[in-house]
């Protein structure tokens, strides 16, 4: 069995936390004392509207954790070689995964976080029938990535 390690602050944690922001999910590993902070906060009342707004009021884990992640997958995806994978031709993820070694799908949630960073853009790739000439163009669309410019 795999013990698993608290994301913030490396101790053992107690569970896996689930959450989407932007279109992606994410997971965290945390502890039972780091998965009772916060997720989000609002202001009810005008005080607590001018506290937020001075910085009086501790940042929830939500808006320090998804720039955390950010980071996370762009390091992951540089000591990869993402990019070098990709070089100038849009890929599928199964393709950047066959290149890389790596598993497709998980290469696959890694490649859409980078698209969400807007370190990757979405492009159309022609399917094995376009490109043996075996098929019309459009007729099955293998969605890839490329290098955003």
Do not use: W
Request: aromatic share 4%; net charge negative.
């Amino acid at each position: 069995m795999h013990a698993l390690e608290d994301d913030l602050d490396g101790g053992p944690a107690d569970e896996t936390v689930r959450f989407g922001f932007g279109g992606t999910d994410y997971e965290i590993d945390l502890s039972a004392k780091n998965s009772d902070m916060k997720i989000d906060v609002g202001a009810e009342s005008p005080p607590e509207r001018l506290a937020l707004t001075l910085g009086l009021v501790p940042t929830p884990v939500f808006h320090t954790l998804v720039p955390v992640l950010a980071a996370r997958a762009l390091l992951v995806g540089t000591k990869l070689g993402v990019f070098e994978a990709l070089g100038q031709n849009p890929l599928t993820a199964a393709d950047v995964a066959a290149k890389l070694g790596t598993e497709g799908e998980a290469t696959g949630k890694l490649l859409n976080a980078m698209t969400g960073l807007g370190y990757l853009r979405a492009a159309r790739t022609l399917n094995q029938a376009e490109a043996a000439g075996c098929a019309s163009p459009g007729s099955g669309i293998d969605h890839g990535v490329e290098r955003a410019q």
